[in-house]
């Protein structure tokens, strides 16, 4: 059975720096775009960044270039997003998703081709 578990999650100071981290089982990681998203309160879902089968090719939100960086472990069967320089707006749960057929950019832009996903960690940037 294929799942995603997210952990990594909590409490961090704005300029602060977390890393969330996704933990994947039950399929092959390497066939598979994985992608961070995430929802504040009051906000829909968007995709933060995500990540190609084999790391060619990444996508950044806007809101999070130079900020955020997404890495992948397929043998430990890992997805990461390391978080730097964290604002306030960067409040809220993180998902993580598998797609197939889909390309980083309409991933994380449209959802496309996600199939499954993890039940989410707490990012809370306040002072």
């Known amino acids: 059975q294929l799942e995603l578990v997210e952990s990594g999650g909590g409490l961090v100071q704005p300029g602060g720096s977390l890393r969330i981290s996704c933990a994947a089982s039950?399929?092959?990681?390497?066939?598979?775009?994985i992608g961070w998203f995430r929802q504040a309160p009051g906000k829909e879902r968007e995709g933060v960044s995500c990540?190609?089968?084999?790391?060619?090719?990444?996508y950044y939100a806007d809101s999070v270039k130079g900020r955020f960086t997404i890495s992948r472990d397929n043998d430990e069967k890992m997805v990461y997003l390391q978080m730097n320089s964290l604002k306030p707006e960067d409040t809220g749960v993180y998902y993580c998703?598998?797609?197939?057929?889909?390309?980083?950019?309409?991933?994380?832009?449209?959802?496309?081709?996600?199939?499954?996903w993890g039940n989410g960690t707490l990012v809370t940037v306040s002072s």
């Open positions: 998703a598998a797609a197939l057929g889909a390309t980083v950019q309409s991933m994380c832009v449209r959802s496309h081709g996600t199939r499954y």
């Open positions: 039950g399929f092959n990681l390497d066939d598979y775009p």
């Open positions: 990540i190609s089968g084999r790391s060619y090719h990444l």
